[in-house]
């Protein structure tokens, strides 16, 4: 499964999760021989001579060292915070938080001068798109008919990228993306990666993230276009949850979990059958893990929220119902009535505040969240448009609450409205994006603080840095003034995976390569990137946002529509896409042009059709 292994060039596996039996099997006979002795036998951890090196076999059974004089920010109001204590860790787990630990001979950590905290929680995040970072920096949600939405999430994203990933596509952008997640201190995300057409892409996501070390919520959901299907023709979702669940989530002693999605657009399969939704849902009950969905305004989502909701407060038998196991991402737009449901049932709130701003899925629901007294988790969302970090989140979302409350105190017109809110200060967000993303995610009982107990999800922030010095206030200084290049330690289940602003065990010039041999797996796709740097050439201004074989062909031939100004060659275009969303996973290899006049990613399904497009484009027969 693993590339590098493929290539000859063997991997350290010992950190993954996943197939972590056979990991053992294999690693722990070899090592164990060799030193003569159990590698998980309890034993002290020696001090160090030389303070530079990380403490050795961390997150080993048994295995301790103290992170020694930091200033503390435990997130747990029952620990409190300090301005200089330790935190002692043995094997994965916090075993105390205070002052002047005894630690005997384990190794130390010297924390002077920095922060030390829980890891960050990400409750939304789309990993596979690794490969399409900032491809969409422009871009909005979906086709609004204008010149800026031409390129869009929803038609290029998910309706045409998405379909040509090959599992391998899915594993490097899996992995990348969580290494560079952890580098910024992000030890926990949920990966919502719509990327689930086979089983071996779903293994694929899943191997991506379980080698990168990292506590990752794995959400099965469908595979991208499944809105215009319900799911397409031989996908296994949502049926494949039960084998994934029994296969790789069996056990609760490990990095991963699973959540189930549950997209309420998601139409059925054949005309009569229930929602896709709703089945996802009953099998997400059944195996007792949560439920996520993304709740969009912007998106038309609202009908069928307040259908659930109405089921929820009129407590309908029998019927789909929000519950304490959902976790709705966004809530743009949504009615009041939607929201005292979701309040009933205690569901989770997850709010990608910068992308929800840049995007277009509509305002964020900051002060409707905070007025209902649901705490918010934060989330990330997508690379292709915003960065993964979650200083950025904690930031935007306190400023944006932050600048309606100040709209509102000084009687500001569009405020008139709002609810009258105390302000957000920089402690309330770094909690939505510790402990509230823990809760959300039903992991509160391992992460989200550093309460002894809980596992050792860690971050040592250099608070001496130029760009923080001198500290004054922690809360205040991560916040506000921090950013990813402070984050200068991370621990995971107690092994440190990033030590003095280095990653551990990372070969970085090899999965980059990889990364760049999976975005450029066609030439065609690569000159178009390169293209769309200076100017991109061409609108797809008639296509709606959501994309059915019967409505492209009526734009093809009403030239009427809103915003028509296109070239036949552009519909043709378009229309292969099309083409090649609509037909998958059946397609098994994408055949692109080899025509020096290649606009876009062509992806096509078949050689005639490529011959179409590129003659069209270029008015001569395709090379
Ligand atoms: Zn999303």
New binding site residues.
């Given amino acids: 499964m693993c590339k590098l292994c493929d290539e000859g060039k063997p991997q350290d596996h010992s950190r993954s999760q996943l197939g972590r039996r056979d990991f053992l099997k294999a690693s722990t006979a070899t090592a164990a021989a060799a030193a003569g002795m159990s590698l998980f036998a309890a034993r002290p951890a020696a001090a160090h001579d030389d303070d530079d090196e990380a403490p050795r076999d961390s997150g080993r059974r048994g295995r301790r060292y103290v992170i020694r004089g930091g200033h503390v920010t435990s997130m747990d109001p029952a620990v409190g915070d300090f301005v200089k204590a330790d935190v002692l860790v043995e094997g994965k787990k916090i075993l105390a938080v205070g002052p002047n630990l005894h630690a005997g001979g384990a190794d130390e950590i010297d924390a002077r001068g920095k922060i030390v905290m829980p890891g960050f929680v990400d409750t939304?995040h789309?990993q596979f798109e690794t490969a399409l970072r900032s491809f969409l920096a422009d871009g909005l949600l979906f086709n609004d008919g204008l010149p800026h939405g031409a390129i869009n999430y929803f038609q290029y994203i998910l309706g045409t990228f998405a379909g040509v990933y090959r599992p391998a596509d899915v594993y490097i952008s899996e992995l990348f993306e969580s290494l560079s997640q952890l580098d910024a201190g992000v030890t926990t995300s949920h990966d919502?990666s719509q990327i689930h057409y086979s089983k071996d892409h779903s293994v694929a996501a899943i191997k991506g993230s379980a080698d990168s070390g990292r506590r990752i919520v794995f959400g099965f959901f469908e595979g991208a276009r499944a809105d215009l299907l319900g799911s397409p023709p031989g996908a296994w979702y949502p049926g494949g949850a039960t084998e994934l669940k029994e296969k790789y989530f069996s056990s609760s002693d490990q990095l991963m979990t699973m959540t189930m999605g549950g997209e309420i657009y998601l139409l059925p399969n054949n005309p009569g059958d229930p929602r896709t939704y709703e089945t996802a849902w009953k099998i997400g009950r059944q195996l007792q893990i949560p439920i996520a969905a993304?709740i969009v305004g912007s998106f038309g989502m609202g009908p069928e929220f307040d259908k659930i909701a109405q089921n929820t407060l009129n407590n309908t038998a029998n019927t789909t119902k929000f519950g304490a196991d959902n976790l709705f991402?966004h809530m743009t737009g949504m009615s009041d009535m939607s929201w005292g449901a979701v309040k009933l049932a205690g569901a989770g709130v997850s709010l990608?505040v910068p992308i929800e701003m840049n995007m277009r899925h509509g305002t964020p629901p900051i002060l409707k969240t905070l007025a209902m007294g649901i705490p918010p988790s934060l989330s990330v969302?997508?690379e292709v448009t915003l960065t993964a970090d979650m200083f950025t989140q904690m930031r935007s979302t306190m400023n944006l609450q932050r600048m309606f409350m100040n709209a509102r105190a000084l009687g500001e017109p569009y405020a008139a409205g709002f609810p009258n809110q105390e302000l957000l200060t920089t402690r309330d967000v770094l909690r939505f994006a510790t402990i509230e993303g823990a809760r959300d995610l039903k992991l509160d009982n391992k992460t989200g603080s550093l309460t002894p107990g809980k596992e050792a999800d860690i971050i040592i922030l250099d608070a001496q840095a130029i760009n923080v010095h001198p500290l004054n206030v922690v809360p205040g200084a991560v916040v506000s003034l921090m950013d990813r290049s402070n984050v200068e330690t991370v621990i995971v289940a107690g092994k440190v995976r990033k030590w003095q602003g280095k990653l551990l065990d990372v070969d970085l010039a090899s999965l980059r390569s990889q990364l760049e041999a999976s975005r450029e797996f066609s030439s065609c796709r690569r000159r178009w990137f390169r293209s769309t740097s200076s100017s991109f050439p061409f609108h797809l201004r008639t296509l709606p946002a959501t994309i059915t074989v019967s409505t492209l062909l009526r734009s093809m031939s009403d030239t009427t529509a809103p915003g028509t100004t296109l070239s036949g060659c552009t519909l043709i275009a378009s229309a292969s896409r099309m083409m090649m969303s609509a037909s998958l996973p059946g397609v098994s290899e994408p055949v692109f042009l080899s025509s020096r006049r290649c606009f876009a990613p062509l992806m096509v399904a078949n050689r005639s059709t490529s011959r179409l497009v590129s003659s069209s484009w270029s008015g001569k027969p395709a090379a």
Wanted: glycine share 0%.
């Fill in positions: 939304h789309h919502i993304h991402i990608a969302d997508v």
